[in-house]
């Protein structure tokens, strides 16, 4: 890592990743010298066609699928949009009933909002106090003209995991198809889509070290989606456009290095992650952690303090050259509180007391040492000019 990140303590790897520099590096000559079209039947274009199925290839070992199962995209927010209304078009003959969870990403929020203007019917399913879907309500809300469920494998801003299998069983069992935003999770958990019972999921290229501006449709063979975009009749008809061979190479560099070391940086980031909790909830009176306290991810650590503002923190931490999160950055514009933290059943107040560190590649012991540091200092301090705030006896967990 170089340049400005090296001065600064950057713990808001959930938002953004820099590039690593050997996808970099990988994708450099597509850029230049190999920067042929995959539809040119010449060699310039058999060069890019080649790089292009050598990346589906990546992609698809990275999630135990078969390569004609991947469509590339230009990010995790196009994915989804195939994924769902793509998928919700094409079946709607089946069924016009769609069901999703209380906690997802902005970008199923309002999909599901423009679906019900199409005509479409949501069920939204609830979690628990930890954002955990329950799986219950999830089987209740089942019916027989349902085409659709879309459930995170974990969440973006709490970090907690979804028991995608599970979830992906009772689905099935209603004869409905599972689509997954993993985009919280990819490169931080394994996942299989065999064995985690999937059959749409969505998947970008930065939050894999690749860069902004590529991602992927996985769509289990024999299931159909109408294509959004319209054209040339790219990626077997169903996503248009020229490919762009560079960030798809930078992609599959990126998910065959996440792949083999992956085990590794799990394990050094939930050492990270728990020195973090471990630390704040015994130095910061009235602290306390949101998500699941076990099944979340290795490098999410979310907080709630008594008495503060997210955003008052959020600058203090600013001040100080570390850069973390109050939660997710595509809602960050919004003064509402986390629909994610008001899902768990917080009050309004409660939810507007948090913090989001996530931690990543390029993090070393001495950037955990000084948030470590830093935390207790900068909720002190805020508290001391917060009407609000009153001591209480301190509770670690709800
Ligand atoms: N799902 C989740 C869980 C996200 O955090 C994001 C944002 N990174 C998206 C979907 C949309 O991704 P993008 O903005 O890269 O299209």
């Known amino acids: 890592m170089s340049g400005a990140l090296d001065e600064q303590v950057y713990l808001d790897y959930q938002s953004a990743k820099p590039v690593d520099r050997r996808v970099l590096e990988q994708m450099t000559p597509y850029f230049s010298e190999k920067f042929g079209n995959p539809s040119s039947l010449h060699h310039v274009g058999d060069i890019a066609t080649e790089a292009l199925e050598q990346s589906r290839k990546k992609v698809s070992e990275f999630i135990g699928s078969d390569m004609d199962e991947i469509v590339f995209t230009s990010g995790a927010t196009e994915s ?4 769902i209304i793509g998928f919700a078009l094409r079946n709607k003959r089946k069924g016009k009933h769609i069901v999703i969870s209380e906690v997802e990403h902005i970008s199923i929020r309002n999909i599901a909002k423009y679906l019900e203007k199409e ?13 955990q879907v329950k799986l219950g309500k999830l089987e209740s809300r089942l019916r027989d003209d349902t085409i659709l469920v879309s459930i995170q494998y974990a969440n973006n801003e709490i970090g907690t995991i979804q028991k995608i299998q599970e979830i992906g069983e009772i689905v099935h069992d209603h004869g409905a198809a599972l689509h997954t935003d993993a985009v919280a999770a990819e490169g931080l958990v394994p996942i299989n889509v065999e064995a985690d019972n999937i059959d749409l999921m969505s998947m970008s290229s930065n939050d894999i070290y690749g860069p902004k501006g590529a991602g992927f449709l996985f769509m289990r063979r024999g299931y159909r989606v109408n294509p959004l975009i319209i054209g040339g009749g790219q990626e077997r008809g169903l996503r248009s456009g020229s490919e762009d061979v560079a960030s798809i190479v930078g992609m599959s560099a990126a998910a065959e290095i996440i792949q083999k070391e992956m085990n590794d940086e799990i394990k050094r980031f939930k050492k990270y992650r728990d020195r973090i909790i471990d630390s704040v909830l015994n130095e ?11 099944e979340r991810l290795p ?15 959020l600058l203090s931490f ?3 050259g570390i850069a973390i999160s109050t939660g997710s950055a595509c809602t960050s514009k919004t003064l509402e509180p986390s629909h994610c933290l008001i899902a768990t059943g ?5 939810a507007h007391g948090s913090l989001e560190i996530t931690v990543g ?11 470590i540091d830093a935390v207790p ?18 509770v670690m967990s709800r």
């Open 377 to 394: 200092k900068v909720v002190s301090r805020l508290r001391e000019l917060s009407p609000i705030y009153t001591p209480k006896e301190k």
């Open 80 to 83: 989804i949009n195939l994924g």
């Open 346 to 350: 917080l009050l309004h107040e409660e």
């Open 299 to 313: 490098n999410n650590a979310h907080f709630r303090f008594d008495g503060i503002e997210g955003e008052s923190i």
């Open 284 to 294: 910061v009176p009235d602290s306390y952690l949101n998500g699941h306290p076990e």
């Open 119 to 131: 005509g479409f019917l949501v069920s939204r399913v609830p979690v628990d106090q930890y954002g």
């Open 318 to 320: 600013k001040d100080l």
């Open 361 to 371: 590649r390029y993090n070393t012991d001495n950037h955990i040492d000084k948030v």
